[in-house]
């Protein structure tokens, strides 16, 4: 019988890493796979959890960065930028039912 050691993950793959950060300190991340909370941990890794809301007054940095009509969510909490998915469809558009 051999004693396999499980091998260490540094990261979980679930966990989106900061992309960038803008001019004014904003941390900018992309969102996972219908994710609709933060999950930006604080000093005491402690994890966010803040509602990511569509953000449509975006700052000057923002707006250099991304344009002006660019998808972009903000964590009602911590002010992480999320930039959309690349898997996902747009949301854009309206709801039809």
């Known amino acids: ?56 007054h975006l700052s000057e940095a923002a707006r250099q960065q991304f344009g002006e009509g660019a998808e972009i969510y903000r964590c009602e909490r911590c002010h992480t930028i999320y930039l959309p998915n690349r898997g996902e469809h747009p949301r854009t558009g309206t709801l039809a039912w």
């Open 1 to 56: 019988m051999t004693d396999a050691a499980a091998p260490e993950q540094s990261q979980s793959p679930r966990i989106s890493s900061v992309l960038t950060t803008l001019s004014d300190g904003t941390k900018v991340k992309e969102r996972l796979p219908r994710m609709r909370a933060c999950n930006e941990r604080n000093a005491k890794n402690k994890m966010c959890a803040g509602h990511l809301k569509r953000w449509y």
